[in-house]
Structures are given as structure tokens and as C-alpha cells.
């Protein structure tokens, strides 16, 4: 079948599909954005997926040997308020969850399927809609606390590489520090899932050249000299190909930011046309009622990966992320080692050798005062932690 056939036919399913559900994907330009949804191939699977699809089908087959033969590898690409959107080798189908799949697992929050998992999904005849049957390992997941003393947790994308974090220049309300912190934030959360940031300036063209450098020249000593920062603005179309250069064929990077942080403008940016929604008409809220709440992946094309967009989200709380802190700050987690007390603070102590480390200029002080920021935010949140609930 010829690729813009299938690519009818697939929206003429997607039509059928988004018909049904009326009332719960209307809002979605479903249609418009299937043209940019990644492809199984887009994506794949890595080795252990693909160990752990075959010996899942293999164990089905002692069951039920019918039913093995309709058992798919997917990737979930699209969550909406419909069906998962799952892509499998040739086509791309919404798909239901098997029944008592969620009673199955321990923690639903975790393990329900999100954007970017691989999947086995089972396709029978005459049927319109998949089954999603098995979660396959995740490589790796981002995830972040929702809820105060619940302590739940969800998943926003999962088997991604590079995390995108976005942060607009030039707006009126966001003090430096506002900023620093977000981006701090943010990393210390990619790093912690053991995903690389890249840090993504947007708006760049809000700002006039003295304020622009001020910042940048801040943001780049906060994220150290490894870390890549980037400056794009969408409108002037500056900045979009180092972004497109940090998301290669074959890896899925998540976009992070808050809302109206120009996550969406970037994206249409690098698509090349209007794929995404714009502006905070819609997008305002990931609790509340009447918003959108997709995770959509798009495909950047046959020269660069694939992103998924999500949501902005409201906050992003820290708690027993101490691992991601670590990497993000190493030069003052090895300096405290040296400190007299062993619960020096590094603010005030006599023989702390972070606080010697800023005066020699070994240690950034703004580094520093992020990172026992972030660090006693987190010390806060541990406390209030229900003790049931696992670290991971
Ligand atoms: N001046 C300027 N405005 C932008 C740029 N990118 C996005 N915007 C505007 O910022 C608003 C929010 O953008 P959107 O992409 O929807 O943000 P999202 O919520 O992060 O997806 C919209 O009104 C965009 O037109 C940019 O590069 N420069
Ligand atoms: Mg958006
Ligand atoms: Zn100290």
C-alpha cells in the first residue's frame, strides 16, 4: 500500500474514532496533528522491549495460542481525553486498556501506560480498536509529585532521552531569580530520571540585547559550562535548528515549561506549520476542568527525532529527588565533604568548605544559593511525606 494511502486510510479511522467519542476529543485537532504523529518506525523499541515483547507473546501462547498471534508492539504517541493513540508497524490505532489492567498493578499511577511506552497491543480482526494488554520496561520515565500529602505520582512521558527545558525570556512578571529557579528545577528533575536537559530560551526577541546577555550570562552560571543553552526565538525564527540538532532521528526528547512559555510556538516552529494549539486558551491548567490535557508526540521529520509536547504544568515540587540534586550541583556535594560539621549547612558554619569553595571562586555563589534552596524544599517535603509512601 502506498504511504499516502495508508495515510488516508488512517485518517479516515481516526475520523471514525474521534466520531464516536465526540463528547471527549472534539476540543483535539486529531485530524490536522495524525499528519505529524510518529510512525512505530519513527521510534522502535530497544533491546530489552523487545526481549521482554517476545517472551510476553511467547508466555500468552501456552495460554491462549489465538490470541498470541493478534499480540502487537506499539507506542503509545498520543494521550487525550479519547483512547491511547498507539503506533504499531504499519498502522496507528486508538486502543482500550485490557480489562482489570489497572487492578493488576500495585501502583496504577505508574504503571497505567503513558506517552512513549512501548506497549503489546492486541489487533483483531474486524475490530477498530486495539487492546493494550502489557507495559513494556521503560529505559527511562519522568515523572513528577502531584497532590500534597498523597504523595502520588504521574508519569509524563516515558522512554525519552533529552529533556527540552523551556523557559521564556523578556516577561514582565518573572524576576531572575523566579527563573533560575524554575530551571534549576527542572533540571535537577531531567538528571534525577537520568534524562539529559538541554536548557531552551524562547522569546528571545522580547528582550533587548543588555537585558538578554544579563540573563543568559546568569542562566549559563547556574546550569554550569557543560550544560547546553539555547536561545531561540520562534517568531524571528532564531534558535529552531539548534534545538532540531539536540532531538536526532531515532530519540524522543519531552518539552517542559510552563504554560505560555512558547512550547507549542517552538514546536509549530519546527514543524514548519501550524500542528499545535497556541496561546493560553485552552491550556491554562493541568487540574482544573475545560482544558486540554493532551501528551502529544510529534515526529520532526526523517532528519531528527521525535517531542513530546505536555501540558503546562503548575509546579513542579521536589521530593526525594536528592540523586538529581547531586548530579546537578557536584562541585558542592564533593566541597561538603570537607566541612567541619557533618550537618553544616553552608551558610553561617566556621571550616565549611563549600562557603571557602565561593570565596576562592571555585564555586558559583548563585549555584550555591540554588542549591540550598532546593535542598531544604526538599528536607520540607520529606517531612510532610506520608511514610507509606516508597521513594522509588
Ligand atoms: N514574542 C514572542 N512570542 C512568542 C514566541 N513564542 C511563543 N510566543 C507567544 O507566547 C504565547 C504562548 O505560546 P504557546 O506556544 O502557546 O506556549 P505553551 O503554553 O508553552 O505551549 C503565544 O501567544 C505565542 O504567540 C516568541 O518566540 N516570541
Ligand atoms: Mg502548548
Ligand atoms: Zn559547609
Redesign the pocket.
Known sequence: MGKAKKRAGLARRSREVSREQACTVADLPALESLRDVPTFEDMGADAVQAAAFEAWVADAARRDEQAASEMHLGVVVRLDRGFPLVACVGQTLRAEHAVGFAKAHSDEQVLLPAVGDRVVVRISAGHDMGVIEHVLPRHSSFERWRGKKRGERQVLAANIDAILV?QALGSVRDTLELVCDRIARSMVLALDCGVDPVIVL?????CDDVELECVVRAVRQLVGPQMRVLV?????GQGVDEVRACVPAGSCAMIL?E????????LNALLGHEALE???VR?RDDAGRHTTVARVMVSLGHDAGVIADAP?LRSLPLVGHERGLAKMFPEIVEAARACRFNDCTHTHEPGCAVCEGVEEGTIERIRLDEFLSLAREMRVSAQSLDPDIHLG
Do not use: F, Q, W
Not at 524562547?202 to 522580547?206: G, I
Open positions: 523551556v524562547t522569546k528571545a526577541d522580547r531561540t526565538s520562534s517568531v524571528a515549561g504554560s505560555g512559555a512558547g512550547k507549542s510556538t517552538l497556541t496561546g493560553d491550556e503546562g
